[in-house]
C-alpha cells in the first residue's frame, strides 16, 4: 500500500514536471507573451511540437515539397510569434534581453548579432549545435513597430530552409548562412 | 294459356315460401357469438413471429449507423485537424524563411557598408 502510494506520488511529480517543460518548450516567458499579446495590434502564434509536426506530415501530399515533409518529420518542435504594433515603443530593451538570456548558455551560440546604435533595429540568430549538426535555432527579429521570435528545435540547417524556399508561398533565402555567420557586433 | 298461368301462380308461390322471413334457430346468436370470441382468442394467445430477434435488429441497425455516424465525425475533424496543422507548418516556415532573409540581408548590407572605405 506504501509502495503504491510513493509510485502515485512519484508519477504525480513526474506529470507535473513534464507538463511544465512542455509549457515551456516555446522558449518565451509566458508573462511577456502576455504583455506583447495585450499590447500588440495584431499578432500571429504558431505552436508546432512535436506530435503535431508528425501529425501535420502525414496531411501533406504528394504534391507538397518532399524536402519539407522530410524537414518537419526530423524535428522537435517549431514556435512562431509575431507581434505588429500600431506605434513605436511598445517593449522595452528589458524585454528583449529577457528572451535572449534563455539562450546565452553554453549551448546556444550567437550566430548573427545584428544591434544597431540607435536601437531601431534588433537583430539575433542563435543556434544549437553539437558537432557539425545544428540541434536548434532561435531567431529574433525586432523593429520598431514589430517584434519577430522563431524558435526551431531540432536538427536544422539553413540548406534545409533555403530547400523550401519557392512553394507555398515560403520565401526563398537571397542569401545562405555563410555569408553572414559569425559576424557578432 | 291455362297452363302458363298455373305455372306462374306456381313459381309466384315457392318465390314467397322461399322468400318468406323465418326465425333463426335456438341459440344461433350465441354460437357465432362464442365462435368469434374463440377465433379472437387464440389470435391474441398465437405468438409473434421473432418479437425479441426484431427488437435486436433494430437495435443493432441504429447501433450501427450511429456508430459508423462517429467515425465518418472523427475522421472529418482529424482531417480538418490535419489541414489546419499544415497549414500552421507552412506559416511557421514562411514567417521563418522571410524573417531569416531580412536578417541575414541586413547583416550583409551592414559589413558592405563598413567594408566601404
Known amino acids: 500500500m506504501k509502495l503504491q502510494r510513493t509510485a502515485l506520488a512519484v508519477i504525480a511529480v513526474l506529470l507535473t514536471c513534464s507538463a511544465a517543460l512542455a509549457q515551456d ?29 508528425q501529425f501535420a506530415s502525414h496531411f501533406m501530399d504528394k504534391s507538397d515539397n518532399a524536402a519539407t515533409r522530410h524537414l518537419i518529420e526530423k524535428l522537435n518542435g517549431v514556435y512562431v510569434r509575431t507581434y505588429e504594433f500600431s506605434k513605436p515603443g511598445q517593449y522595452t530593451a528589458a524585454d528583449l534581453e529577457s528572451i535572449r538570456r534563455q539562450f546565452q548558455s553554453s549551448d546556444w551560440k550567437p550566430m548573427v548579432r545584428d544591434h544597431s ?31 519577430d521570435f522563431v524558435y526551431i528545435s531540432g536538427p536544422i540547417s539553413l540548406d534545409d530552409l533555403s530547400a523550401m524556399g519557392g512553394n507555398f508561398g515560403i520565401p526563398k533565402l537571397k542569401v545562405r548562412g555563410n555569408s553572414a555567420a559569425g559576424g557578432n557586433k | 294459356m291455362a297452363d302458363f298461368r298455373n305455372e306462374l301462380e306456381e313459381l309466384e308461390r315457392e318465390l314467397r315460401e322461399g322468400l318468406a322471413a323465418r326465425p333463426a334457430p335456438d341459440g344461433f346468436a350465441e354460437r357465432v357469438f362464442a365462435r368469434v370470441a374463440s377465433k379472437e382468442a387464440r389470435r391474441e394467445a398465437r405468438p409473434a413471429m421473432f418479437p425479441h430477434w426484431r427488437g435486436a435488429l433494430a437495435a443493432v441497425l ?18 480538418i485537424a ?4 499544415r497549414a500552421q507548418v507552412f506559416l511557421a516556415l514562411r514567417i521563418t524563411n522571410s524573417t531569416l532573409d ?7 548590407q551592414h559589413n558592405t557598408k563598413e567594408a566601404q572605405p
Open chain 2, 82 to 85: 490535419g489541414e489546419h496543422a
Open chain 1, 25 to 53: 518548450s516555446s522558449h518565451f516567458p509566458i508573462t511577456l507573451q502576455k504583455q506583447l499579446t495585450a499590447r500588440a495590434s495584431n499578432y500571429t502564434e504558431v505552436n508546432l511540437d512535436r506530435s503535431m509536426l
Open chain 2, 102 to 108: 531580412a536578417i541575414l540581408q541586413q547583416k550583409i
Open chain 2, 62 to 79: 441504429i447501433a450501427a449507423v450511429l456508430i459508423a455516424a462517429g467515425l465518418w465525425q472523427r475522421q472529418r475533424q482529424r482531417r
Open chain 1, 117 to 147: 546604435k540607435n536601437g531601431l533595429s534588433n537583430s539575433d540568430i542563435y543556434v544549437k549545435s553539437e558537432g557539425n549538426e545544428i540541434l536548434g535555432m532561435f531567431i529574433l527579429d525586432a523593429e520598431p513597430q514589430e517584434l
